[in-house]
């Protein structure tokens, strides 16, 4: 395994057993949960939306080790965002883990989000990786439903 690939790793394993922004959020007025059926990943977002401003989102539920980063990378590199940045970096993100993204470039606009890269290998682990995203637009969307991969 090349050194990239190890750090990769060793990030998504830091974030999926010390995931950051875990637990409830009192102040938030924005909820939604999410379900991945084929996985088992279960999601509850709270977001404290100001305006179109992000202030601050915290996650809560159990999924495996993709999952569990994927919500802890997607808290970091979100708060103080507004909806159309966040919504972007959906866009680019998803483009990653579906193999999409050929330039190198491309990547590194990702940050940490990059280190999902390898995903598109494995297609079933895409819902598990873009779990959390549904369930933010599902919550900036202020849906009621829950919010399923399947």
């Known amino acids: ?11 998504i394993l830091d974030h999926s057993k010390r995931p950051r922004n875990f637990g409830p959020l009192p102040e938030a007025n924005r909820h939604a949960n999410g379900h991945n059926p084929l996985c088992g990943d279960k999601i ?3 977001v404290l939306l100001e305006g179109d401003r992000i202030r601050d ?3 809560e539920g159990a999924g495996c080790a993709i999952s569990t980063a994927a919500a802890s990378l997607l808290t970091e590199a979100l708060k103080g ?24 470039d491309a ?7 990059a280190v999902f890269g390898g995903v598109c ?8 990786a873009t779990l ?12 009621e439903e829950s919010i399923t991969t399947e």
Do not use: I
């Open 132 to 143: 959390a995203w549904h369930t933010l637009l599902a919550a900036l969307d202020k849906r």
């Open 81 to 104: 965002k507004d909806r159309a940045a966040a919504e972007a970096l959906f866009a680019r993100f998803r483009e990653l883990v579906t193999g999409k993204v050929e330039s190198e």
């Open 121 to 128: 290998e494995f297609p079933m682990r895409v819902k598990c």
């Open 44 to 46: 509850t977002l709270h």
């Open 107 to 113: 990547r590194r606009a990702l940050g940490k989000l």
């Open 57 to 59: 989102l915290r996650f």
């Open 1 to 11: 395994m090349s050194e990239l690939a190890e750090l990769y790793q060793e990030l």
